[in-house]
Structure formats: structure tokens, C-alpha cells
């Protein structure tokens, strides 16, 4: 088979996470993910079934919103996106996120975007991906030093959505919001479970021998090399380039 690209292994991962979902919204500056969603609109497309909507901030082609992110957060909220991403500048084990700085607020430096709409849509999309392609201690930390959206609720909150595992440069993991914690449940090509945990400050759950994160078959394969990769173009060009160079190199 073809050498596969790490991030050819994320996008054919995404796609698979994302597997039975009718509309899934992707935020900007984010290409990994947007190529997964593409790929699974590419497989259900060849494979003659139901059409799977995507809605891309900041692309014109793949994108059906007019006023960007406050239609995005009147869809969900309508419960009208089944899947969603967000990553954090540091994730904990109970999948708080944190996307506003390192320090005691609000003197933290750095300083990140910020929370726009992270903790709205955490609470209403229910399947949240989280995807962070470093994989590092300063990255996945014991706890957060801000919670710009928390992980989990305490009993009694309404909450309809949250996160179902966790997409990384290293493995794939699921997680259990009965406990609020993580499982490995498969690592990439190259990478071994101590390597994982010495680049994780939480404790996760694994089994003894973890399995290898499947790779993406031929005709997938083909598929994002082809078609995906020409209608990511028309969002992240640089992206697309540097893919085709990479793989062919």
C-alpha cells in the first residue's frame, strides 16, 4: 500500500468519528477537520447514500450560513448540527477546555483567542470532537488553569451536548462522561503508549496492548488525494498545496 501521510490518517479518523451525522459545522482555521468531513461526504456520496451536510466558517463554497457564527449558534441551538470541534490551547482528563491563557486570570500570558462560542456550543452540539494535533504536557495537562468550557455538568443542568472523544497527533481516545474521563482506544502509526503518556499530564484508561488507529483503505485514500483535496482548495489553499507536495515527495 501507499506510504499514508499522519494527517491522512486524522482526516480518514475524522470521517470515521463522524459517521452518521447529517450536518456537521466546522470552525475556522481549521483544514484537518474540514477535510474529514469532506472525505465522509465523498464516501457516502460514492456509496449512494444519504447526503451529509457540511457548513464551513469562512468558505463560500462549503457553506450554507449568510451571517456566519450567529446563524451557526441559532442552528445548534435549534438542535439542527449533530457535530462540531473544538480544541483548547490546554485540555484536561475531565475534557475541560481552555482557550484564553496560562496563569491566574486575568493576568495570563499568553493570551489565546478567546471563548466566543466555545461553551454554547459544547453544551448544545452532541457530538463534540476535540482536535489538537500537538500532542504535548503543555497541551494535555492535569487540570486547566482557565475552563472556558467545561467537559462535563452537574446533575440537574440541561445540557444536550458534549464531548465524544478526543482526536490527536498521537491517538485517538473516547470519552466516558459517566466518570468523566478518557479512554485510549487506539494510537498512530509510529507512536507507542509510553510515548503517549510521558506527552499526557492526565490519567487515562488503555488497555494493555493498544490497537493501531486504522489506516485509510486505497479508494479512500484515492478519494482524498483527489476530489478532497480539490475542494479544500477553494477554503485553505496553502493547506491543500502542502499536502499534495507532501504526499508526493
Same mark, same amino acid.
Given at each position: 500500500?501507499?506510504?499514508? #501521510? ?5 482526516? /480518514? ?17 481549521? @483544514? ?17 447514500? @444519504? ?6 466558517? *469562512?468558505?463560500?463554497? #462549503?457553506?450554507?450560513?449568510?451571517? &456566519?457564527? /450567529?446563524?451557526? +449558534? ?13 480544541? &483548547? ?11 484564553? *491563557?496560562?496563569?491566574? $486570570?486575568?493576568?495570563?500570558? @499568553?493570551?489565546?483567542?478567546?471563548? =466566543?462560542?466555545?461553551?454554547?456550543? $459544547? ?32 446533575? *440537574?443542568? #440541561?445540557?444536550?451536548?458534549? @464531548? ?10 473516547? =470519552? ?5 474521563? +478518557? ?7 509510529? #507512536? ?5 503518556? !510521558?506527552?499526557?499530564? =492526565? ?8 490497537? !493501531? ?22 477554503? $485553505?489553499?496553502?493547506?491543500?498545496? !502542502?499536502?499534495? !507536495?507532501?504526499?508526493?515527495?
Amino acid at each position: 500500500m501507499t506510504d499514508v #501521510h499522519p494527517r491522512e490518517i486524522l482526516i /480518514a479518523s475524522i470521517a470515521r468519528l463522524l459517521d452518521g451525522v447529517r450536518h456537521v459545522a466546522v470552525g475556522a482555521s481549521s @483544514p484537518i477537520p474540514a477535510a474529514g468531513a469532506m472525505l465522509l461526504r465523498a464516501l457516502k456520496k460514492h456509496a449512494g447514500a @444519504p447526503p451529509v451536510r457540511i457548513s464551513i466558517l *469562512g468558505s463560500v463554497e #462549503h457553506n450554507f450560513f449568510t451571517n &456566519g457564527s /450567529a446563524e451557526l +449558534f441559532d442552528c445548534a441551538g435549534q438542535g439542527r448540527i449533530d457535530a462540531f470541534f473544538l480544541g &483548547g490551547g490546554q485540555i484536561d482528563g475531565q475534557a475541560n477546555i481552555n482557550l484564553v *491563557g496560562i496563569g491566574d $486570570y486575568p493576568a495570563t500570558a @499568553p493570551r489565546w483567542p478567546g471563548s =466566543f462560542g466555545s461553551a454554547y456550543l $459544547y453544551f448544545v452540539v452532541p457530538r463534540v470532537i476535540l482536535f489538537r494535533e500537538e500532542h504535548s504536557p503543555r497541551v494535555f495537562v492535569e487540570k486547566v488553569d482557565f475552563i472556558s468550557a467545561p467537559g462535563t455538568s452537574e446533575a *440537574g443542568v #440541561h445540557r444536550t451536548g458534549g @464531548p465524544v472523544a478526543l482526536l490527536t497527533g498521537k491517538a485517538l481516545f473516547s =470519552f466516558d462522561k459517566s466518570r468523566s474521563g +478518557f479512554t485510549l482506544e487506539s494510537l498512530h502509526p509510529g #507512536h507507542d503508549l509510553n510515548e503517549v503518556k !510521558q506527552a499526557t499530564s =492526565f490519567a487515562f484508561r488503555h488497555a494493555e496492548r493498544p490497537g !493501531q488507529t486504522e489506516l485509510p483503505d486505497p479508494a479512500t485514500l484515492a478519494l482524498l488525494r483527489g476530489q478532497v483535496m480539490d475542494e479544500l482548495a477553494e477554503t $485553505y489553499p496553502e493547506f491543500a498545496n !502542502q499536502m499534495r !507536495q507532501e504526499v508526493c515527495a
